[in-house]
T-cell receptor, first 115, second 112 residues
Framework: QQQVKQSPQSLIVQKGGIPIINCAYE??????FPWYQQFPGKGPALLIA?????SEKKEGRFTISFNKSAKQFSLHIMDSQPGDSATYFC??????????????FGQGTILTVHP | DGGITQSPKYLFRKEGQNVTLSCEQN?????MYWYRQDPGQGLRLIYY???????QKGDIAEGYSVSREKKESFPLTVTSAQKNPTAFYLC???????????FGSGTQLSVL
């Protein structure tokens, strides 16, 4: 009930490509969905987040698409660059109050962008 | 320079030993969290604290203990009861009521 399933495990694209990472959740009480980016040996950093009242959110080259009925959301990276090579995690939580920091994370996707 | 400082970066534990991981923040955040990261897995919540002198268990608290005596500090002790302690440990904080979590750079704990 608490799981967030993320795919693929790893992804290789050429510079300028559009990698897509998918996540599916089970708990219908989840209503806050952030994506984190992590470089080797570092902690994750918040990239972009969405709530289920919208179906899409864009910030720069990063876009989240959200499908509430399917309980799925995805991250698209436009015009990917070698500097985007990192591990990406989707996450979910119940919004509000004390729950925001209690995130359930997906398993992570290792993205490699070749020059 | 505001942020979260975790120390040490690398830590080795012997059998039967308790070890303590340090987490200090100067962001004036009320809430602090400890997550564990294993290779190929997502992060899992160990303990969290919303306020000084109060903390709650997360999803995998067994074999761990914490304290929150100061707003800035949230140390994690990995006890000898934790039979599989090798992992990357991440501390995070959040300024209430904001939603964004800020993470430290982590501590890699290994068993000798």
């Amino acid at each position: 009930q608490q799981q967030v399933k993320q795919s693929p495990q790893s992804l290789i694209v050429q510079k300028g490509g559009i990698p897509i990472i998918n996540c599916a959740y089970e708990n219908t009480a989840f209503d806050y969905f952030p994506w984190y980016q992590q470089f080797p040996g570092k902690g994750p950093a918040l990239l972009i987040a969405i709530r289920p009242d919208v179906s899409e959110k864009k910030e720069g080259r990063f876009t989240i698409s959200f499908n509430k009925s399917a309980k799925q959301f995805s991250l698209h990276i436009m015009d990917s660059q070698p500097g985007d090579s990192a591990t990406y995690f989707c996450a979910a939580s119940i919004a509000g109050g004390t729950s925001y920091g209690k995130l359930t994370f997906g398993q992570g996707t290792i993205l490699t962008v070749h020059p | 320079d505001g942020g979260i400082t975790q120390s040490p970066k690398y830590l080795f534990r012997k059998e039967g030993q308790n070890v303590t991981l340090s987490c200090e923040q100067n962001l004036n955040h009320d809430a602090m969290y400890w997550y564990r990261q294993d290779p190929g897995q997502g992060l899992r919540l160990i303990y969290y604290s919303q306020i000084v002198n109060d903390f709650q268990k997360g999803d995998i608290a067994e074999g761990y203990s914490v304290s929150r005596e100061k707003k800035e500090s949230f140390p994690l002790t990995v006890t000898s009861a934790q039979k599989n302690p090798t992992a990357f440990y991440l501390c995070a904080s959040r300024g209430l009521p904001a939603e964004k979590l800020f993470f430290g750079s982590g501590t890699q704990l290994s068993v000798l």
